[in-house]
């Protein structure tokens, strides 16, 4: 029988340090409810210790998702472990992981330590944490840059001191495979008990080998490694779980192992986690990328046409890829709606349900063909984080190659609407100086905005557009997302749905903002540079 290699998931803790990427408290519920139905073993929800927001989401997690094991993080010191275990002391299956460098050049320059410290520091915090729970993980950050000798010493002592994995980092994705592989395999051969504990790995991207590392490292005899969905993390990003997950699956003559991912749900949890990071998955990603299925050369078309695995090593029905077309349409009921969610995955009942039935109703108005990649989209756009304060009532757009752009939009808020008419560089433009008017915003600037095609219409006239509009405010970044088959209109409510975050999460809910006529910032590539006076 294959040996079991056990994912951790590290998407909401090192994925998040993506630059750019930010998480509220529900995307993070949403996200590790989607790790828990894609079976990984292990969800690392954050570091408790850094903020008050990534303190209650771990909480949160902690109390909510059943089966994985949810870890956070701290490093080696009493403060820290206490907070995490606090955050974590809830969970059906906690782990504390804890984390300290030991190569000389992290020791030296950045913890300003000696090796000894560095050894008695680690110790001791594994001791504290095993006085917490039984499931503790010992990282030795930049493990690959260390001496090896030394490397060994730690990892032994951690163990004797009761920790139960110990986790190998490439931190800094330096490391060749082979390399790697045989580094493993060193360890292996002369930590004492290593046999007792779980070996891990956990590999960066710089040099866009982490795949090629972790998997090198499985066959070194890792028993745990460490990715994160779509490849996200510090940087160039760690291991992609998909890659990870169907490497081992589809190599398995080669691995020899096992996972327990439900492999059906991978592209889902990609969907979902690029939707709510705002960071768009390249066409030609490994596995769940949207060319990774397509087949253009004639040759290959042929190929796939008289058999499949010609040109297909991966079958993509296994890992979720919706096959079908055409589904829904303006008569279909409630009934027809749930049930085809359910068959997608997403169990959506009572108002969850109701706000994207009408979502859904309002889009058949408009868009005759309802895909599956529609409805995905549509319950995506369920994912508040956010009560909607300030909702889109109206937008008018006056535009064309011999007008002055101009927006008339009308939100509502507290029952009352609220208009304003802006002229802008383009119609995107025109309508988000309309809102700022109305909002009363001065410090949101806009420093990302993506448009995708979610589903191409008939024709592709009337394909769904989403957007996705990254604002900054007081130094954090809000992601906000819209839909709509009008691309104006899907940009208005982008926009606005970052600026009811940035409302609703800096506490600012109960305040009158006053309409002033300020100006953002940024704007969106292709709508004008900020010269038109509001
Ligand atoms: O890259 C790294 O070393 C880490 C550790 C916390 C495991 O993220
Ligand atoms: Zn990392």
Known sequence: MADRV????TTLRDGEQSP???FNIQEKLEIARQLARLNVDIIEAGFPITSPGDFAAVQAIAREIRGPVIAGLCRANPVDIDRAWEALKEAEHPRIHIVIATSDLHIK?????TRPEVLELAVAAVKQARGYTDNVEFSAEDA??????YLCEVLEATIEAGATTVNVPDTV?????????????QIRDRVRKIDQVILSVHCHNDLGLAVANSLAAVSSGAQQV???????GERAGNAALEEIAMGLYTRQSYFNKDTGIKYDEIYRTSKLVSSLSGMAVQANKAVVGKNAFSHASGIHQDGVLKERTTYEIMNPELIGLPQTNIVLGKLSGRHAFRERLAELGYILDGDRLNQAFERFKNLTDRKKEITDRDLEALVKNEIKAAPELFLLDYLHISSGTTVVPTATVGLKRNGSIQEEAACGDGPVDAALRAIDKITGFQDISLSEYTINAVTGGKDGKDALGEVSARVEYGGRPFIGRGLSTDIVEASVKAYLNAVNKVIYETGQAG???EVAGKRRRGRPPGSGKKTVKK
Do not use: M, T, W
Not at 144 to 149: F, N, P, T, V
């Open 6 to 9: 056990f994912i951790f998931d």
């Open 20 to 22: 750019g990427v930010s």
């Open 109 to 113: 320059h950045k913890l300003q330590k």
């Open 144 to 149: 690959s840059r260390s001496d090896l000798g």
């Open 173 to 185: 994705g330096y490391s060749i495979p082979q390399e790697f592989g045989e580094f493993i395999a």
């Open 226 to 232: 460490e990715c994160a969905v779509n490849g996200l």
């Open 511 to 513: 305040e009158e903002l």
